[in-house]
């Protein structure tokens, strides 16, 4: 649980970390992504209380160390930490831009994430709430889990890809090629293994994106991400989505029918 506080005239954030839970949603996910060797998409451990407090705490040192604006921490408690601020929520930004608006906004993303790969950093997931804006630059925040613990450099930034490339999709349902040249350019100094893994993992969501063209919008985005960006890697651009983006957005498994 977050909420806004006030400390000496500034606003902060205050993090409470519950109890761990999910595990069972999360062997579930995990058996998935390593049968279908989706290693970018495995999950990491979802921990609760003073470990999850702990893991944002140094991750949050780690990104501020390799130059990323992510919330300073004012302060700790048993399960808690103060946040500094870094800017408005990134998606009500999107809602309320118009498509030229967007278009700024996404390129600013996705170049805050690729000069902060460059410096071998890493997020998680770089979906849209998970982003603020300031006007001037966009922050990062929520980091109570570690790709690093099942999976290696490349996969884990091949991940944030994914994940920031189906979380701003939604917004392109009427525009792919415009998302694709803002990749494109945001992407041009990619590692190859970030790149070749986005394409491999990409590469067999195939038979996901076919069937998720005959669902709902969010499947529609789902299925337009992996087709658009599965050619797209080939020229070196990424963008897609992540395999369980129901569950990442609602905690729901409802897309794990299309593998049975």
Same mark, same amino acid.
């Given at each position: 649980?977050?909420? =806004?506080? $006030? /400390?000496?005239?500034?606003? @902060?954030? *205050?993090?409470?970390?519950?109890? +761990? !839970?999910?595990?069972?949603?999360?062997?579930?996910?995990?058996?998935?992504?390593?049968?279908?060797?989706?290693?970018?998409?495995?999950?990491?451990?979802?921990?609760?209380?003073?470990?999850?407090?702990?893991?944002?705490?140094?991750?949050?040192?780690?990104?501020?160390?390799?130059?990323?604006?992510? =919330?300073? $921490? /004012?302060?700790?408690?048993? @399960?808690? *930490?103060?946040?500094?601020?870094? +800017? !408005?929520?990134?998606?009500?930004?999107?809602?309320?831009?118009?498509?030229?608006?967007?278009?700024?906004?996404?390129?600013?993303?996705?170049?805050?994430?690729?000069?902060?790969?460059?410096?071998?950093?890493?997020?998680?997931?770089?979906?849209?709430?998970?982003?603020?804006?300031?006007?001037?630059?966009?922050?990062? /925040?929520?980091?109570?889990?570690?790709? *690093?613990?099942?999976?290696?450099?490349?996969?884990?930034?091949?991940?944030?890809?994914?994940?920031?490339?189906?979380?701003?999709?939604?917004?392109?349902?009427?525009?792919?090629?415009?998302?694709?040249?803002?990749?494109?350019?945001?992407?041009?100094?990619?590692?190859?293994?970030?790149?070749?893994?986005?394409?491999?993992?990409?590469?067999?969501?195939?038979?996901?994106?076919?069937?998720?063209?005959?669902?709902?919008?969010?499947?529609?985005?789902?299925?337009?991400?992996?087709?658009?960006?599965?050619?797209?890697?080939?020229?070196?651009?990424?963008?897609?989505?992540?395999?369980?983006?129901?569950?990442?957005?609602?905690?729901?498994?409802?897309?794990?029918?299309?593998?049975?």
């Amino acid at each position: 649980m977050v909420e =806004p506080i $006030v /400390i000496e005239g500034q606003r @902060a954030w *205050l993090k409470q970390y519950g109890e +761990g !839970s999910r595990v069972v949603a999360l062997g579930l996910l995990n058996f998935i992504a390593r049968r279908f060797q989706l290693d970018a998409l495995r999950p990491p451990p979802h921990r609760g209380g003073d470990a999850a407090r702990e893991t944002e705490a140094r991750r949050l040192s780690e990104l501020q160390a390799q130059g990323v604006n992510v =919330p300073s $921490v /004012i302060g700790s408690g048993h @399960a808690a *930490l103060v946040l500094g601020d870094n +800017g !408005s929520s990134f998606n009500t930004c999107l809602r309320q831009a118009d498509d030229a608006g967007r278009d700024r906004l996404v390129s600013a993303a996705m170049n805050a994430i690729a000069q902060a790969h460059q410096k071998g950093a890493y997020f998680g997931q770089p979906l849209p709430r998970n982003l603020t804006w300031d006007g001037n630059a966009i922050g990062f /925040i929520d980091f109570e889990e570690d790709p *690093l613990e099942v999976m290696d450099l490349a996969q884990a930034q091949a991940r944030d890809w994914l994940m920031f490339g189906y979380g701003v999709a939604k917004y392109y349902e009427d525009r792919p090629q415009q998302l694709q040249a803002l990749m494109a350019e945001a992407m041009d100094g990619a590692e190859a293994p970030v790149i070749a893994h986005a394409h491999d993992v990409t590469g067999r969501l195939q038979g996901l994106a076919r069937a998720s063209l005959k669902m709902g919008r969010s499947a529609r985005a789902l299925a337009h991400s992996i087709l658009i960006v599965h050619g797209a890697t080939t020229l070196g651009v990424l963008m897609v989505v992540a395999l369980c983006f129901d569950f990442f957005t609602d905690g729901d498994l409802d897309i794990l029918q299309l593998f049975t």
